[in-house]
């Protein structure tokens, strides 16, 4: 479940614009992100409403931010490739992998990371 909405995004966070039908959609799966890197801490923290709770929504924005940002509707369930090199005959296709940090595969904000991290809600590693 979603522990931030289209109020808290475009108001306390000062989000860049999302079609407000769309935001749903992209703010559960960064919230599933999210509780998936912090083994579910940041979603407690949320419900607890402690000192983490706002490093968590502000995790949760970051990450719908960048969801929306990498291709709107189309990306969700993409693969986190794109197409660099395309040619017609005998058909050959090259792919560009983004640079960046992700967890299994799915690209995830450093802003996010950030947030999570300063508020403990991740481990940082050795």
Known sequence: M??????????EYKGSPIPEEEF????????DIIEALTAGKAGLSVKKENGKATAAKK?????????????????LGASGTE??????GNASVSYR????????????SGL????LTEA???????
């Open 59 to 75: 995790a949760a924005c970051a990450q719908t931010e960048m969801l929306y940002s990498l291709g709107g509707k189309e990306y």
């Open 24 to 31: 749903g959609q992209f703010s559960e799966r960064a919230c």
């Open 112 to 115: 996010a990371m950030m947030f």
């Open 83 to 88: 197409i660099s090199r395309e040619e017609i």
């Open 120 to 126: 403990g809600l991740i481990q940082r590693a050795i």
């Open 97 to 108: 992998h983004k640079n960046g940090l992700s967890y299994l595969g799915i690209p995830i």
């Open 2 to 11: 979603a522990y931030i909405d289209y109020s808290y995004y475009m108001g």
